[in-house]
């Protein structure tokens, strides 16, 4: 897949456990943070998402957690499943419409 | 709802040739994003259009890259002539409108290999 050859940060977890993905983030004046899973040969596809005036927000099995003071970010998955198993990104947006990419973090389900 | 699409997804050509990634975004999205993954990197911004008018074109890398939206709605990207170092995964991304909140969602990419 294309992500052979990147020296990504793994993670390997027990099938039903629960994941934490860790991000750092850089740029302070972030306000906008998206989190995408990535499958072989597959685009990056949405997760969830939070904006810097939140700490905290929940979806189906998710939940994103922001610390400004640290500039960190990090996904929880709750009782992980073989299909969850992907790489996982974290994206910043401030002002400007871009989004910066972290290097990604490879999430494997052990059965 | 359909979502991202893009075309080709895979493209082999030699050093020095031209070649056109073509961009379909979701239906009603007025916003579209290229991006691209070099081998080793992460993936990084190229350009945005907002409708058929270019908003950010920082990210292109130099002049032998050109993207258009004529009309505002699928966009293509062309690589003239192409080299070595363009290699990598391109992706395009859509989303309804810039404002927060609004999550840019994405193609599976055109896997580009120069030989």
């Known amino acids: 897949g294309e992500n052979v050859g990147l020296h990504l940060p793994t993670l390997s977890v027990q099938e039903g456990d629960n994941s934490i993905i860790n991000c750092a983030y850089s740029n302070s004046a972030s306000d906008y943070f998206i989190w995408y899973k990535q499958e072989s040969g597959k685009g990056p596809q949405f997760i969830i998402d939070i904006r810097s005036n939140m700490d905290k927000r929940q979806g189906q099995r998710v939940t994103v957690l922001l610390n400004k003071t640290v500039k960190h970010l990090s996904l929880q998955i709750a009782a992980t499943q073989p299909g969850d198993s992907a790489v996982y990104f974290c994206a910043e947006k401030s002002g400007a419409q871009k989004l910066v990419f972290g290097q990604g973090t490879r999430l494997t389900i052990n059965p | 709802e359909a979502g991202v699409t893009q075309f080709p997804s895979h493209s082999v050509i030699e050093k020095g040739q031209t070649v056109t990634l073509r961009c379909d975004p979701i239906s009603g999205h007025d916003n579209l994003y290229w991006y691209r993954r070099v081998m080793g990197k992460e993936i990084k911004f190229l350009l945005h259009?907002?409708?058929?008018?270019?908003?950010?074109e920082s990210g292109m890398p130099n002049n032998r890259f050109l993207a258009e939206r004529t009309g505002g709605t699928y966009s293509t990207l062309k690589v003239q002539p192409a080299e070595l170092e363009d290699s990598g995964v391109y992706f395009c991304?859509?989303?309804?409108?810039?404002?927060?909140?609004?999550?840019?969602?994405f193609g599976d990419g055109t896997r580009l290999s120069i030989l």
């Open positions: 259009f907002v409708k058929e008018s270019k908003q950010d």
């Open positions: 991304a859509s989303s309804r409108s810039g404002q927060l909140g609004q999550p840019q969602h």
